[in-house]
């Protein structure tokens, strides 16, 4: 498996004075990645989807429509440094699920060896375990908040899946995981039963309502002996209404807004060391809905990330 040359970013804008994602994202090897403040690492994967897939198509999207979006946020000014290591090359994978994820922690090993603050653009929910498996192997405790509508602790019965990551993480040596957004009716008993077990925690899309930031806090303590923390955004957290090119669309999520609030305020904090977007199906959206979404969920997200960088 390997990674392919990044597309070329280039602004939209006939301003001069638009400084875009397009105008300031730079092609970058593994090599030089720790000069930027974040890069992102394309996974162009959905063999795993429990459900509709698309989200192969999920990281050429993103890029496409990041590209247009200006790089000032009012609170922080300008996002930082950003370099684009391209694609992780799937082709020709004939290992399954779990071979990919053996691939994949073999090359974001590399990425979180060289000082890089990695920006995962994905794929299926299943890429999760190895965006996250490399940081289990170091001497600290690591803990995942995870804005989903589900909580993905299915049993690997049939082999992992995008509905098994965090199942599997928790065997591998998770410590902690903070579920945010989850709705009522989207999980078995069983599941949050397992969650509450192994000392997981479940914010629900209402609490997010009530108080988005509070909420987030709650996450973050559930997470404070944790030396590490990983963000991951299973995109179907928004209402369907924000999001309908997902596998699984439902009603009662998450507003943009919200999810946006929540982001900001996680990534900064300085435990944070990688984030992941998953799960936008750019085949199943409406007008390009969800793809806006999803990319300026990663502008908020970077603006928090390299306010104080």
């Not at 209402?206 to 002996?225: H, I, K, S």
Request: hydrophobic share 40%.
């Amino acid at each position: 498996m390997t990674i392919s040359d990044p597309p070329v970013w280039d602004g939209t804008s006939s301003d001069p004075n638009d400084e875009q994602f397009g105008d300031i994202v730079h092609e970058t090897s593994l090599e030089d990645v720790s000069e930027y403040d974040a890069v992102f690492v394309g996974e162009p994967y959905d063999g795993a989807v429990i459900g509709r897939r698309g989200a192969r198509e999920g990281p050429t999207a993103i890029r496409r429509a990041l590209a247009s979006v200006k790089t000032h946020h009012f609170d922080d000014g300008p996002v930082g440094t950003v370099g684009d290591l391209g694609d992780i090359s799937f082709d020709g994978s004939r290992d399954g699920v779990a071979g990919v994820q053996s691939m994949v922690a073999d090359i974001t090993a590399d990425v979180y060896e060289r000082g890089s603050f990695p920006v995962f653009l994905g794929g299926d929910n299943s890429l999760t375990v190895g965006n996250v498996r490399p940081l289990l192997a170091l001497d600290a405790s690591v803990g995942v908040v995870s804005f989903d509508a589900h909580l993905d602790c299915r049993e690997s019965l049939d082999g992992p899946s995008s509905g098994t990551p965090y199942r599997q993480l928790f065997d591998e040596g998770l410590d902690k995981l903070a579920v945010v957004g989850a709705r009522h009716f989207e999980t078995s008993t069983a599941y949050a039963d397992f969650l509450g077990e192994v000392g997981g925690t479940i914010l629900t899309a209402d609490e997010v309502g009530r108080d988005p930031l509070q909420t987030t806090d709650f996450a973050l303590d559930a997470l404070a002996n944790c030396d590490f923390v990983f963000v991951s955004l299973d995109v179907d957290v928004l209402d369907q209404t924000a999001a309908p090119g997902v596998s699984a669309p439902t009603p009662g999520g998450i507003t943009t807004r919200e999810l946006y609030t929540m982001l900001r305020r996680v990534a900064s904090d300085s435990r944070v060391v990688g984030f992941e977007v998953v799960e936008c199906a750019p085949p199943l959206d409406d007008n390009g809905r969800t793809v806006d979404a999803a990319a300026r969920a990663v502008a908020h997200f970077l603006s928090g990330v390299t306010a104080d960088a």
